[in-house]
């Protein structure tokens, strides 16, 4: 199985978050300076959204995290538009 071609369950649920900015990194260098094949463009595409989405979920988690240990209400609240 090729770099772009990972099973989504190693799309970044186990790998450290540095890790897979280096690899979302590597994705988008390659995806700008290599003449790839449609199927490998969109391979390495699709890991890469699945790289930002877990990234994101990561970062969500811990800013919950830090709400939590700083004693924050977890709820947002939306600004009264009046």
Sequence with gaps: M????RDPSEAGETDSFESMVE???AL???LENEELP???ALAAYQEGVRLARAGHARLDAA??????LRGESLVDVEPDPS
């Design 2 to 5: 090729s770099d772009t071609e």
């Design 63 to 68: 800013e919950r995290r830090l709400r939590e």
């Design 28 to 30: 988008v260098e390659r």
């Design 23 to 25: 690899r979302l990194e």
């Design 38 to 40: 449609l199927e490998d």
